[in-house]
């Protein structure tokens, strides 16, 4: 069985901070992405990464894919209250179309 | 609105009774899946289809569930006789067939379902 484990599981932190959320499997993927998922919402993808060792931005945030590509970070610069959300990570395998999800981050940016 | 549409977004009922939801894709994206989320947790794969053809089904989904692409379009989820372990945010999400490049999939809002 394919697991991703995410860590931290919950996070609470003051606006401007620095934070860094961690994707880690024992399997290897084809792909990653990343998600952030609102409440009462469907989840909206960030990145997607497929390289190993690829780096990829946007705006504030960092999306890493590990060398083995079995594992992922994404580190978010000076978070801001809008920032707040569940970050989701998901990995597919080769040869599979479905995703696997990780268990999910969830990220409090107080004002 | 061109993204994943789901219907309705919330359904609450009673244990026993049938329930169907609706997802229509982004119109071009020829994969459709349907995920199950509880509180707390990230989406659980249930089953993909790609086209008219259901490919995968995840053993989590029971004789109880079924789903249907017809046309190729939209899909349908029905759960019969719904039991109270049946509540959950139901996930429709779409992706469009790339010979090159990550099969990346998007969402809809989901459909809350409760049963009482």
């Known amino acids: 069985t394919q697991l991703l484990e995410q860590s931290p599981q919950f996070l609470s932190i003051q606006e401007g901070e620095n934070l860094t959320v961690y994707c880690n499997s024992s399997s290897v993927f084809s792909s990653l992405q990343w998600y952030r998922q609102e409440p009462g919402e469907g989840p909206v993808l960030l990145v997607t990464v497929v390289t190993g060792g690829e780096v990829k931005k946007l705006k504030r945030l960092t999306f890493q894919f590990g060398d083995a590509r079995k594992d992922s970070s994404l580190h978010i610069t000076a978070a801001q209250p809008g920032d707040t959300g569940l970050y989701l990570c998901a990995g597919a395998t080769s040869g599979t179309y479905k995703y696997i999800f990780g268990t999910g981050t969830r990220l409090k940016v107080l004002a | 609105d061109t993204g994943v549409s789901q219907n309705p977004r919330h359904k609450i009922t009673k244990r026993g009774q049938n329930v169907t939801f609706r997802c229509d894709p982004i119109?071009?994206?020829?994969?459709l899946y349907w995920y199950r989320q509880t509180l707390g947790q990230g989406p659980e794969f249930l089953t993909y289809f790609q086209n008219e053809a259901q490919l995968e089904k995840s053993r989590l989904l029971s004789d109880r569930f079924s789903a249907e692409r017809p046309k190729g379009s939209f899909s349908t989820l029905e759960i019969q006789r719904t039991e109270q372990g049946d509540s959950a945010m139901y996930l429709c999400?779409?992706?469009?067939?790339?010979?090159?490049?990550?099969?990346?999939?998007?969402f809809g809002p989901g459909t809350r379902l409760t049963v009482l």
């Open positions: 119109s071009e994206h020829n994969r």
């Open positions: 999400a779409s992706s469009l067939e790339a010979w090159q490049g990550p099969n990346e999939q998007f």
